[in-house]
């Protein structure tokens, strides 16, 4: 539980320090498929950013509610 809260401060942070949107969305890939336990789809990087976001925004909803 503890590498789950420090991705979410480390997201927080990224997100302050992003100026765009791709830019958010790719600081948010990086920490949350470098945290053990989280592993990336074989088809990620083939997916619209739209879904992307979307797909991370719900981790973080199920993390949230855990």
Do not use: C, Y
């Not at 942070?13 to 990086?30: F, G, P, Y």
């Not at 879904?51 to 719900?58: A, L, P, V």
């Amino acid at each position: 539980m503890e590498q789950i809260n420090f991705m979410k401060m480390f997201m927080a942070m990224s997100d302050m320090a992003s100026e765009t949107r791709e830019q958010k969305l790719a600081n948010r890939e990086r920490i949350v498929f470098a945290t053990h336990g989280i592993i990336k789809p074989q088809d990620w990087d083939t997916l619209p950013m739209e879904e992307r976001e979307q797909r991370i925004d719900n981790l973080l909803t199920t993390i949230k509610s855990a």
